[in-house]
């Protein structure tokens, strides 16, 4: 089985500051692994997602995350955070083709301050 | 396209009674899978299903149970309600081939 770690439950920054959101991963078998976001009273939205090929991804707001194999991680990234950003962020892994059946990590808080 | 809705948003029942949970897809998806949120235990799987056929399962008790129809629509049902079961249950489909899209999810309150 597969689990999601991810290391800070909340993360403070100042507006235009960078951030860093970190995700490890533990399994047996090869994952795909995705970010996603949650604002309040929503649903998910899909922010980025690994599958294969180039191991720097991007989304189209400006965050980018790395597989990093050897290290089982898949870290979020932003150069400079926007008021806009304060939500909860959320790492999953899907394993092999079961694209179905996420697994989540326990979330992680990142409020911007002005 | 139409994103993935979810029917009702919120929902208060009281425990020992039984719930219904809609879920339409996105046009062309055939996987719908569902999820529970809380507080205390986060994002759970509960169960995928893929042209009408429960494909995988999670660690829920039967009193949770699920069903699709051949429009892939799904309807999730929890019966004897525990005040354990409030949550936001979301509802997520996909092509099978690639990404996850998820509901705004249902609220429901168990008093």
């Known amino acids: 089985a597969q689990s999601v770690t991810q290391l800070d439950s909340q993360v403070p920054v100042f507006e235009e500051a960078p951030v860093e959101l970190r995700c490890n991963y533990s399994?047996?078998?090869?994952?795909?692994l995705f970010w996603y976001v949650q604002y309040p009273n929503q649903g998910l939205q899909l922010l980025l997602k690994?599958?294969?090929?180039?191991?720097l991804v991007e989304s189209i707001n400006g965050f980018e995350a790395e597989f990093n194999k050897s290290q089982t991680s898949f870290h979020l990234r932003k150069p400079s955070v926007h008021i806009s950003d304060t939500a909860e962020y959320f790492c999953?892994?899907?394993?092999?083709?079961?694209?179905?059946?996420?697994?989540f990590g326990q979330g992680t808080i990142l409020t911007v301050h002005p | 396209k139409a994103g993935v809705t979810q029917t009702p948003r919120y929902l208060i029942k009281t425990r020992g009674q039984q719930v219904t949970l809609s879920c339409s897809p996105i046009?062309?998806?055939?996987?719908v899978s569902w999820y529970q949120q809380t507080p205390g235990q986060g994002l759970q799987f509960l169960f995928e299903?893929?042209?009408?056929?429960?494909?995988n399962k999670g660690n829920f008790p039967g009193r949770f149970s699920g069903r699709q129809f051949s429009n892939s629509r799904s309807e999730m049902n929890v019966s004897t309600l525990e005040l354990g079961d409030s949550a936001l249950y979301l509802c997520?489909?996909?092509?099978?081939?690639?990404?996850?899209?998820f509901g705004p999810g249902t609220r429901l309150t168990v008093l």
């Open positions: 997520a489909s996909g092509s099978d081939t690639d990404t996850q899209y």
């Open positions: 046009s062309g998806h055939r996987s």
């Open positions: 299903y893929f042209s009408e056929t429960q494909r």
């Open positions: 690994y599958l294969s090929g180039s191991t």
């Open positions: 399994s047996s078998v090869s994952v795909y």
């Open positions: 999953a892994v899907a394993r092999g083709t079961s694209y179905g059946k996420l697994t």
